[in-house]
């Protein structure tokens, strides 16, 4: 969605003129290639085991109920720091294989950063829209990732909106990674906390938010509206493109109105994980501050 700091290793459009779909810039958005709804599978099995690596996120995936552990694998200074957080994590230390950084090595993606730890769970259970989004307030956000694929950008958006009081995330099925490996690592176990709803169409997807009483509002540039103009008492689907081509065409139409992020002339864009970051923190804060005003 950007070309600031932060590029996509995997996404070859990131190499394209910056997108304003997702953040501030100074040019009109991309268009885009037109839109054609599709039935399809997810890319990979989603009733397979995933791998969860990295301090934080396998921490989070032992502490989660709704996670099945297959395996954990520890070198010994990972395990005395499991044991020095209790709980659940403590109580797995018993089912862990005691491994040397080398083993864990194997058993993941190569270049994959582990910190002594990794397991193997089962996936988490599907999350339908209606479920995840219906008890619709101002000051719970829904992020709308159209087309954005890059694992560590989705992480650190959800790691964003776990911190920020998001109530979901929606995502298109066919085109997003698992939630697992580096996508969870970025994450810092945020995969665990924030309701992420795998979905086919994202344009009608934006017609069911809308009629739960969302407002749609697209995050785009020039000719967009500040975002200080944000509704403040309503509940507010954040939706942000994909790097270099922007939001699609039908899923724009779909938004109730653009909005852009103010920055200085030196850069000509952001990174869309720092722009979904801004974005819901504005979002937040004027739900509180009119809250306090009332």
């Known amino acids: 969605m950007t070309k600031s700091q932060g590029k996509p290793r995997n996404d070859a459009r990131a190499r394209q003129p910056a997108s304003t779909a997702a953040h501030a810039s100074r040019k009109p958005a991309a268009s885009g290639g037109g839109y054609k709804p599709q039935r399809s599978k997810p890319a990979e099995d989603e009733n397979a085991p995933v791998w969860i690596y990295g301090r934080h996120a396998v ?3 032992l502490a989660n109920p709704q996670r099945r552990l297959i395996r954990l694998l520890a070198t010994k200074n990972a395990a005395d720091w ?3 957080l209790g709980g659940p994590a403590k109580a797995a230390i018993g089912k862990a294989e005691d491994a040397r950084p080398e ?3 194997k058993a993941l993606p190569p270049g994959a950063v582990h910190q002594g730890l990794a397991t193997l769970v089962g996936p988490l259970p599907r999350v339908r829209l209606k479920d995840a989004c219906a008890d619709a307030t101002p000051s719970r956000p829904v992020i709308v990732l159209d087309q954005v694929t890059d694992p560590q950008n989705i992480g650190a958006i959800m790691r964003s909106g776990a ?8 995502v298109q099925d066919r085109r997003t990674p698992p939630l697992s490996g580096a996508l969870a ?5 945020a995969v665990e906390l924030l309701p992420c709803v795998r979905v086919v169409n994202i344009a009608r997807s934006l017609e069911a938010l809308g009629e739960l009483g969302y407002f749609r509002a697209a995050l785009a540039g020039e000719g967009a509206a500040p975002i200080d103009d944000l509704p403040k008492d309503r509940p507010i689907a954040l939706v942000l493109g994909a790097e270099g081509t922007g939001l699609r065409p039908l899923v724009a139409a779909t938004c109730d109105g653009r909005f852009r992020i103010e920055i200085g002339s030196a850069m000509e864009s952001l990174n869309v994980s720092t722009a979904a970051a801004i974005a819901l923190y504005e979002a937040t804060r004027r739900s509180s501050a009119n809250r306090m005003d009332a």
């Open 59 to 61: 921490a989070a995936a």
């Open 82 to 84: 499991l044991v020095t």
């Open 103 to 105: 083993h864990i090595d």
């Open 163 to 170: 911190a920020l009081g998001a109530c979901a995330i929606v």
């Open 185 to 189: 690592k970025a994450a810092a176990g």
